[in-house]
């Protein structure tokens, strides 16, 4: 047997998440649909991660196994004449027997796009970005230096998922200018995320860049692990999963 990574891109806004539902359109089950048509069954496809239900990717990781005498298959060739226009494959590797796509992760790059202008948003941006309106970016980032590093970030976890720790090392949260003048970025790199941390975390900011907190309350809430002490989750079509990072 081989195996078979993948670096993914997809539009989220009409996909149920990543993973696998019987009767609903998702990632997942899209990419082992077309893997069946080339293989003749469906291989089980494993992701870095599960993107939630209108979530986008530009550097989703994915790895699946199949007979060794595939491996001359043009597979980015043949996936993409076979999946939907809103998913792409961007790379295919063969990859190391022991590669796995998620345990392997040793660090995700999520971005978060918030749009400021109140009057409009551009069609070529609503299903891409938060409309969340002005806000103060220097209270903001006062906030974000309380996140960064190793925390218990229990607080700014979805229920929903089995895990053995809530704490995590965000190596990074900054601004970044966005495509046009109306818009910015934030960026979030770390070992790796809860569920729905990074959406959890960008309501908490908003909130603050709105006056809605003190850079000190968004300590305050960390430190408490307490989830109900925080602000709502943003909504999940501002949040691009950009790319995974494996050990060299």
């Not at 990717?57 to 001359?72: I, K, M, P």
């Not at 970044?176 to 979030?188: A, D, S």
Request: include cysteine; charged fraction near 25%; proline fraction near 5%.
């Amino acid at each position: 047997m081989i195996r078979i990574k993948l670096t993914l891109a997809y539009d989220g806004t009409d996909f149920c998440g990543w993973q696998y539902q019987p009767r609903d359109r998702t990632v997942q089950g899209e990419l082992e649909k077309s893997l069946a048509v080339i293989l003749g069954k469906a291989p089980r496809v494993h992701g870095s991660g599960r993107t939630d239900a209108g979530v986008h990717a530009l550097g989703q990781v994915a790895h699946f196994d199949c007979e060794d005498d595939r491996r001359d298959i043009k597979w980015q060739r043949g996936l993409n004449s076979l999946l939907p226009p809103d998913i792409r494959v961007v790379d295919c590797v063969i990859a190391p027997a022991d590669f796995h796509a998620r345990y392997s992760a040793i660090s995700k790059t999520y971005e978060y796009a918030l749009w400021h202008k109140r009057e409009f948003c551009l069609p070529q941006r609503h299903r891409f970005v938060w409309g969340c309106g002005p806000v103060d970016p220097a209270a903001m980032e006062k906030a974000a230096v309380m996140l960064r590093g190793e925390h218990d970030f229990a607080a700014f976890q979805n229920v929903g998922t089995d895990i053995k720790t809530t704490v995590r090392t965000i190596s990074d949260i900054s601004r970044h200018p966005g495509t046009t003048g109306f818009e910015t970025i934030w960026r979030f790199s770390a070992s790796g995320f809860l569920k729905q941390m990074v959406r959890n975390l960008m309501g908490c900011l908003v909130a603050c860049g709105k006056g809605k907190l003190s850079p000190e309350e968004v300590r305050a809430i960390l430190i408490s692990t307490d989830r109900t002490m925080a602000p709502k989750t943003a909504p999940a079509q501002g949040l691009t999963l950009m790319k995974v990072e494996y050990p060299s």
